[in-house]
């Protein structure tokens, strides 16, 4: 054991035993091998035909992940294949000894490791943006890049079942639709030609300790994660642990479930507003994309506004400031032309709505936004 993992050895017990006693789900039966419950998450055809960046802060989850992938890659002799990504932001005094240990681990397993300084350059970003989710935007934009430049096809993160339940919690608090409830995805684009994968999306925290302390594997354990100030600290040390202890020892697991079966109603819903926009919805000459009021005519408004939300991404037009109030006043457009009623709407990123004589609307892009865009 490399003086490094020793340093950190005794507080990974320490957690590990701490979360063994919150693992109540069936996720985690004492499965000996978590690589083949990683290998079962992993694409079954091609993966390994192409480099695999995996990105690893030296927490519990990301050295799990990267040991159980590596020992796939041993069984099959591709280990050179994985490329350990490691991003330093600088937030704590103990982040140089956070890349040191990811360096060391990165080589007792014998594997590559690419590392990048991302200063945060202050508490707020653009619009507001906070601590974490600036730090978010400017690491996943680098791993994004770097697994591009390497000509990765994957990026491998270690969110967990946790994780998912706190996001799914979070995003419940903070006031979200059904897309929002379904939680993180177990795979997206992230750039052309990269997707993103968390292949751990389904295991426990607790287990993923327990994984390391029979390996005599150690990790680092970051404050901030404890740090009631930030939202998931406080969900995830204040919250689900005393619903866990007293009425509900099931929480984690039911808000899991929750966003799986509310991401099979985003799916219908997504599905159902594409085949509408289809159907209903014609380009122009000018690039304008017109729309049947007629033919809509009677839809569930929130089955409309999906239509809208589909169209928003099928033209990449900018989604960032549109909120459901734009998507209703689209919804109310359509009622509009329907009525044979002239109605306009300027909206964020400079798409501009009209009525039009035949009881159509017409949405064109780059038109400078008014003062109802808001």
Known sequence: MTPAFGGAMAAGRAAAAKWEDMADSPHDRSDQDLAETLAA?????????????VGVSGGAD?????VALVTLARRGGVSGRILVAHAHHGLRPEADDDL?????????LGVALVTERLGIGGAMGNGGEGLEARARRLRYGWLGRLAHERGARHLLVAHTADD???????????????????????????????????????????????????????????????DPRFARAFLRHQVLPRLEAGAWPAATTALVRLGHQAGLV??????????LLDRHARRLADGAVSLDAAGLAGLDPHLLAAVFVALWR????????????????LVALLAAAERREEATLCLPGGVRGSVTRSGRIEL???ISPGKNDR
């Open 41 to 53: 998450a992993l694409p079954q055809r091609g993966f390994w035909e192409w480099p695999a960046v």
């Open 364 to 366: 064109r892009p780059g």
């Open 164 to 226: 998912q339940a706190e996001t799914i919690l979070h995003r419940a608090l903070r006031g979200t639709g059904v897309a929002g409830l379904a939680g993180m995805k177990s795979a997206r684009r992230l750039v052309d030609g990269v997707a993103l994968l968390r292949p751990l999306l389904g295991v426990r925290r607790a287990r993923l300790r327990r994984f390391l302390v029979e390996q005599r594997l150690a990790w680092r354990e970051d404050a901030m994660n404890a």
């Open 62 to 66: 990301s050295v799990a992940l990267l």
């Open 266 to 275: 985003s799916r219908a819903l997504d599905s159902a507003a594409g085949y």
């Open 100 to 108: 040191r240990f990811v360096a060391a681990l990165a080589a007792e």
């Open 314 to 329: 099928q033209e990449g037009w900018p989604e960032r400031d549109m909120t459901a109030a734009h998507y209703a006043r």
